[in-house]
């Protein structure tokens, strides 16, 4: 053996190999240089693509998968529905039980008041401003009179 033929030879012509495509690097997130900070200083801001890298068109999907993936969003879609009645029911039934709670407090102050009944209205025309306002006035038949 010469010494020409056990040299390998970096030239693809040489080579009795079907020539390749020519392949291109993609880069990994792991490998990639870390960003310093930016002119900016708004770190949160991701560096912006260039147009060419953009996917513009999706490949078409299958007939069952995109069934499949409108049967997903229904039900999706649904369950949120759902979740929506289900609060709104709650809020309603809050709001209802806060309007119960609200009258029978009403009616239970209105038991525990002690009432006085004013018979000379010459007393009326005695009182003091701050003291008319005190008064109130009530239905006899539904009040205990002390």
């Known amino acids: 053996m010469t010494e020409e033929t056990q040299v390998k030879s970096d030239n693809p012509k040489d080579s ?11 880069k990994k997130p792991e490998n990639e240089v870390p960003r310093g900070q930016p002119k900016s200083h708004r770190p949160w801001k991701t560096p912006k693509t ?3 890298t953009i996917q513009k068109t999706k490949p078409r999907l299958s007939f069952e998968k995109k069934m499949e993936l409108r049967n997903q969003l229904r039900s999706i879609k649904e369950r949120s529905r759902e979740i929506k009645e289900a609060k ?3 809020a309603l039934e809050k709001k209802q039980r806060r309007l119960e709670n609200a009258e029978r407090r009403l009616a239970n102050e209105r038991k525990a008041e002690i009432v ?3 018979k000379n209205p010459a007393k009326l025309k005695r009182m003091k401003k701050k003291q008319m306002r005190l008064i109130e ?4 038949s539904q009040v205990k009179v002390v």
């Open 16 to 26: 009795n190999a079907p020539a390749a495509k020519p392949v291109k690097k993609v």
């Open 50 to 52: 260039k147009f060419s």
């Open 88 to 90: 709104k029911e709650a």
């Open 116 to 118: 006085q009944v004013i």
């Open 137 to 140: 006035k009530r239905d006899l």
